[in-house]
């Protein structure tokens, strides 16, 4: 299973640097964060609150365009590795350049030159999707959804938001989204993974957004399960990411098997792989042992990914012919 053609609709850039390039980043600029490694050298963290701590300082190293470059490749190549042929990745005005318009412009052509090259090497197709920071607060919401919206195009597709779900309501962050939309840019939010069912409610409602990251969490109400299947909304379901957060205690008690079985459109992402010890290639191994889904299985699920992927036309038929290549 772990060899099939997939694709990945949530992954945060910074979220999937591995400890050791970070390391490396923070040694050249002489920067101490040793604290964030433990003694193996991986991430360090004790639940979700530090989680972020300790993300926000491995990212305090990404301090340069030619640091994300350098990064973008890492990362794609390791996807490539996992056998992904289509990603979305989130990006961050606020960690490229401080939500500065022309200091954006220039973090975001260097990941788009490294998707290029990557594209060339490894024949893995990248888009971004902008993401505002919840616990950053809305007014910084507001001029991440303005660096958004100047630079929305055919790569920068989307626009979402990403942090502590627990702080503020997705009401607060109506101009941000409403901004996005009007630049073009389809819409994703975090709910449900720390919030409950209603978390997942408010975002749909006040937010419009057409697809959930996390949004698990709708299974502690069935009414709300049946809503999202009949509305079609899709789930960015990363299943090792909840459960090395400790919201599952294993695979086998995630809910995403039953979220599919009651007809939610669920897809298969790693969130941020090297802080919870995943790839693709193991949250596929992982589903199989857990739930025995099979390649057919998996391949409907790349299928239905790939519908929801905020692409274009042309780019969905590209990766559909690699998905059954
Ligand atoms: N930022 C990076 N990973 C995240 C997650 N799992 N939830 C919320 N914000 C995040
Ligand atoms: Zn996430």
Redesign the pocket.
């Known amino acids: 299973m772990s060899g099939l053609p997939k694709v990945e609709l949530h992954l ?1 850039l910074e ?1 999937a640097a591995p400890p050791a390039f970070i390391r490396r980043l923070a040694a050249e600029k002489h920067l101490d964060i040793s604290g964030i490694f433990d003694a193996r050298g991986n991430y360090r963290y004790r639940d979700f609150r530090d989680f ?1 701590k300790v ?1 926000e300082a491995a990212t305090s190293a990404l301090q340069t365009p030619e640091d994300y470059r350098r990064l973008t490749l890492a990362v794609l190549e390791e996807s490539a590795a996992s056998g992904v042929v289509y990603s979305e990745t989130f990006l961050s005005p606020d960690f490229c350049g401080g939500r500065d318009l022309a200091a954006w412009r220039e973090y975001l052509h260097a990941i788009r030159e490294a998707a290029e090259e990557a594209e060339r090497k490894q024949g893995i197709i990248l888009r971004g999707i902008v993401t505002c920071i919840r616990h950053f607060g809305p007014e910084k919401a507001r001029e991440t959804a303005l660096c958004a919206a100047e630079t929305a195009d055919h790569w920068l597709v989307g626009f979402g938001i ?2 502590d ?1 627990r702080m503020g309501a997705p009401k607060d962050f109506r101009w941000a989204f409403d901004c996005a939309r009007e630049a073009g840019l389809r819409l994703t939010a ?1 709910a449900g ?1 720390w919030g409950g069912p209603d978390s997942v409610r408010d975002a749909v409602r006040d937010l419009a957004v057409e697809r959930i990251g996390h949004g698990v969490r709708a299974i502690e109400d069935l009414a709300l399960v049946d809503e999202l299947a009949e509305t079609g909304i899709v789930l960015e379901v990363c299943p090792g ?1 909840n459960v090395a957060l400790g919201l599952y205690p294993s695979f086998r008690a995630h809910p995403i098997a039953e979220l599919d079985r009651r007809g939610v459109k669920v897809t298969v992402s790693t ?2 792989p090297p802080f919870f010890h995943t790839t693709m290639a193991r949250e596929y191994e992982e589903l199989h042992r857990a739930f025995d889904w099979d390649e057919g299985q998996f391949r409907r699920i790349a299928r239905q990914s790939l519908d929801a992927a905020f692409c274009d036309a042309d780019t969905r038929t590209r990766v559909a012919q690699k998905l059954e290549a």
């Open positions: 945060h979220g972020l993300y990403a942090g779900e975090h993974e990411s969130d941020d």
